[in-house]
């Protein structure tokens, strides 16, 4: 590996399992970017859960050998299946530096990541030290013609809950964000530094005070990042928004992949506002899915097309149905219910037989 100053500010936890290994290499390509970009060396440390043939791991291994000149990285293997908040708490203690960066393999880091980063800690540092969280900015790669709007809607559902930006969600086309730069780069900026009650679980940065206090919930399989979020929000801490943090996620869902993701989404998302209602700093499930029902009428200016009208309704009705069964099993224990696994999307299917 070529000498370089090693940074201690931050460091890098991403996760993964078998049916995401065809994403690891592209996902390394981009952080090895990165950091020449930023003439820095960042460790990396990658969880690879739930394996259970060692095929799978030597594959993994020729993978992360073709990076090694270039990345520090350390692979942990485990047979274990966490849940995203227990991967990311197993990550956590291996991860030295202050601030914790965690990925999902299923990204690509834009090359000024490391560099934007650097500059908004210093401006942590001097100017708001009661932020000790970073919520970083969404991009997509591979989307579908459906992904893209799973993607706008995560742009409406995350940048939407910036505060002080002078937007209206309901209003504002987001589709100015999926232009290229540097356009999209110039509207970015009036969401920086900007106060957030959100983090998206691909992209964000804890510092290492609120693993001291406690980290994730263990039991969230999906909306561990709303959980770390509400969890910083009741210690008294706040959340900064840095959209130049940028990651590209991969949207590349079909429609079952749709139903299946805003079902998780529906049914963790009801957990989630069970356990932080009592802080008033989110919605009731009551108020919330109200607003929900009446913007099937009349959705966000975003999705007020056709095949936008399309999507909504079948997000909607995923969504709706997630929280439904929440509550169900929350009120009859022996329910059963459709089980959200991410390893059961289609474009992970490709990986089940690669070795």
């Known amino acids: ?14 996760i993964f399992h078998p049916p995401f290994l065809g994403l690891l290499d592209q996902h390394l390509a981009s952080l090895a970017a990165a950091q020449k970009a930023y003439e820095r060396n960042v460790n990396i440390t990658l969880l690879f859960s739930y394996v259970r043939d060692t095929a799978h791991v030597s594959r993994a291994k020729k993978i992360i050998a073709k990076h090694s000149k270039t990345l520090s990285i350390e692979l942990l293997v485990a047979e274990q299946r966490f849940t995203c908040g227990g991967a990311r708490n197993y990550l956590y203690p291996r991860m030295q530096a202050p601030w914790k960066i965690f990925f999902d393999v299923d990204v ?17 540092k001097k100017k708001t030290p009661q932020v000790k969280a970073i919520a970083g900015g969404i991009g997509s790669w591979g989307d579908t013609a459906i992904g893209r709007y799973e993607f706008m809607m995560d742009m409406y559902a995350y940048y939407g809950k910036a505060q002080a930006t002078g937007v209206d969600r309901e209003k504002y086309d987001f589709n100015k964000l999926t232009t290229a730069f540097p356009d999209r780069d ?9 106060k957030i009650t959100y983090l998206q679980g691909f992209n964000h940065i804890i510092h290492e005070d609120i693993f001291v206090q406690g980290g994730y919930d263990d039991n969230f399989f999906g909306a561990e990042d709303r959980e770390m979020a509400g969890n910083i929000i009741s210690k008294g801490y706040e959340i900064a928004l840095i959209p130049q943090c940028m990651v590209y996620h991969y949207y590349n869902f079909t429609v079952k992949d749709i139903l299946r993701r805003k079902y998780g989404h529906g049914y963790y998302s009801a957990m989630f506002r069970k356990k932080y209602l009592r802080t008033k700093k989110y919605a009731s499930g009551f108020v919330m899915y109200t607003l929900y029902t009446l913007s099937v009428l009349y959705p966000p200016k975003t999705f007020r097309n056709p095949y936008g ?21 929350n009120r009859f224990h022996n329910v059963k219910i459709f089980r959200f696994n991410y390893s059961a999307y289609s474009f992970t299917k490709r990986e089940k037989h690669k070795k």
């Open 1 to 14: 590996m070529p000498q370089q100053r090693k940074e201690r500010d931050f460091c890098i936890g991403t």
């Open 108 to 124: 690509a880091v834009d090359r000024a990541y490391f560099t934007e980063l650097h500059s908004a800690l210093n401006t942590v």
């Open 186 to 194: 110039t509207e970015l900026r009036r969401f920086a530094h900007k």
């Open 309 to 329: 009208y399309w999507y909504y309704f079948l997000a909607y009705a995923s969504f709706t149905a997630g929280t439904i069964m929440f509550h169900m099993q």
